[in-house]
Structures are given as C-alpha cells and as structure tokens.
C-alpha cells in the first residue's frame, strides 16, 4: 500500500540531546514538509522540500535541520538548540510544489516529549 | 503571498444541526485551497478541494464548501451534524501549505 510513514510515534529524549525523526514515502511524490503542531496553534512550517537535494526553511526552522538525499526519505532532526521541543510532528508530502494537484497526505505524526 | 484565516477556534453544535466552519484567505493569484480533518493523534486528511470550474465543491463525509472569491471565502458546511464528526479542521491554500490554525468542533448528543 501507498503512503507515507513516521517512526516512531512516541519518542523520549533527555534535555541536550539531538533527536532525529523519520519520514518515508512510497508514494513517489517529489514535494514533502514537516510541520509541528501545538495544541491551539495548528500546523506550524518547519522546512519544506521541493525537491530531492534541495530544501527550505519554513516559518520556525531554528532549532530543526533536515536532509533530502533521496526521494522518498525526509528525515527531521531536532536540535539540543531547539528550546521547546515536546510537540506532535507531522510530515507530509505532495505529487509537486507547482500543479493543481497538490494537496498534502499525512503520516500518523510522531509524538516528542523531551525528559 | 498567501494565507488563510479561520474564523473562531472552537465551533459547537448539536447532533443534526447545520455545521459552518468559516476560511477566508487571501491571495494575489487565483487560489487552490483545500480543507482538511485530523482525528487525535492522527495525520490530517483531505475532505475537499477547489482548484478550477465549479465553486461549490463536495467532499468525503458529507461535506463540502464553496468557494466565493467576492468574499475570499471558503466556508466549509454539511447540512447536518454526526457525532463522528467532532475532530479538528485545518483550511490550506496550494503553494505556501501554510494552514489555518484550525477549528475544534464539538457535536453535542
């Protein structure tokens, strides 16, 4: 089956410690993006990918890095910069940046809690 | 640029009652915009769409919305309310996926 998976769905990390977050898709979409959700801030941008080997930061990129080496694969690690990082992270990705058809599909999210 | 506003963070209704959740964006090009549900715990997932053509878009659920670019608005309804409904709705536009910050809605029995 098609789609997009994150793991883990709980992840534990102690305070100073980097902690990296995982994005596959099968779905051969060249566009996908990490957001991190609040409760009663919605979906926040943290870094976009348009493209394989290309990326951008989004609106609350400080504290976040990601890599796009490969197509399916957009992996998210969280910084010991980073100094809120217990939040619900949710990947998704498009068929493309540009078309009509570019409406998001979602992963079940990962679930931070920093210890 | 483009973003989208939704208007009221918490919407309540009754089981059978209409639902209006409200969205409106702004856009210096002709926008596509999408609304989305979230379960707890979950990812979101599309109910509908608008991209070109007819205005009045239907979705999975029951739903569906209109778009009205007079009001830069798209409002998302559905005639009657199910408990299985009460979740969180996200309103998008194409090209930045930036969402609104979302709407709770409540089904009382």
């Known amino acids: 089956d098609g789609g997009i998976t994150q793991s883990p769905k709980y992840l534990f990390r102690k305070e100073g410690q980097n902690v990296t977050l995982s994005c596959e898709q099968n779905?051969?979409?060249?566009?996908m993006y990490w957001y991190r959700q609040d409760p009663g801030q919605g979906l926040r941008l943290i870094y976009y990918?348009?493209?394989?080997?290309?990326?951008q930061k989004g609106d609350i990129a400080e504290g976040y890095s990601v890599s796009r080496e490969k197509k399916e694969s957009f992996p998210l690690t969280v910084t010991s910069a980073q100094k809120n990082p217990t939040a619900f992270y949710l990947c998704?990705?498009?068929?493309?940046?540009?078309?009509?058809?570019?409406?998001?599909?979602f992963g079940q999210g990962t679930r931070l809690t920093v210890v | 640029a483009q973003s989208v506003t939704q208007l009221g963070s918490h919407v309540s209704v009754s089981e059978g009652a209409l639902v209006l959740l409200r969205c409106n964006y702004s856009?210096?090009?002709?926008?596509?915009l999408f609304w989305y549900v979230q379960y707890p715990n979950q990812g979101l997932q599309l109910l509908l769409k608008?991209?070109?053509?007819?205005?009045l878009v239907k979705g999975i659920n029951g739903f569906e919305a209109e778009f009205k670019k007079s009001e830069t608005s798209f409002h998302l309804t559905k005639p009657s309310a199910h408990m299985s409904d009460a979740a969180e709705y996200f309103c998008?536009?194409?090209?930045?996926?930036?969402f609104g910050a979302g709407t709770r809605l409540t089904v009382k029995p």
């Open positions: 998704a990705s498009s068929i493309d940046w540009t078309g009509a058809n570019t409406e998001a599909f």
């Open positions: 779905l051969n979409h060249d566009a």
């Open positions: 990918s348009q493209i394989v080997n290309d990326f």
């Open positions: 856009s210096s090009v002709p926008p596509y």
């Open positions: 608008y991209t070109t053509g007819a205005t």
């Open positions: 998008a536009v194409k090209n930045d996926m930036r």
